[in-house]
């Protein structure tokens, strides 16, 4: 059986843990054409002047967890 291929996938879940009106509605992840992972945030936004609700967001590149330590650190 042939492994599946995740690139160019990506995979968004509501946020549960939210706490804020700043922290995502969305989050997940990405895979790109190279096979790395990155974070995504979204936001779920209505217009002010009114119109149909839109997804907005950003990512980022996950790094490995010790990567992540030694840059908090710095």
Request: without cysteine; positive net charge.
């Amino acid at each position: 059986m042939a492994e599946y291929d995740n690139r160019l996938r990506f995979v968004l879940f509501r946020n549960k843990n939210k706490k804020t009106e700043n922290h995502p509605d969305w989050t997940g992840t990405f895979t790109d054409k190279n096979g790395v992972e990155h974070h995504m945030d979204g936001w779920t936004t209505a217009p002010k002047s009114g119109g149909e609700k839109f997804l907005s967001g950003k990512m980022r590149e996950k790094q490995a967890s010790s990567e992540a330590t030694q840059d908090r650190k710095s």
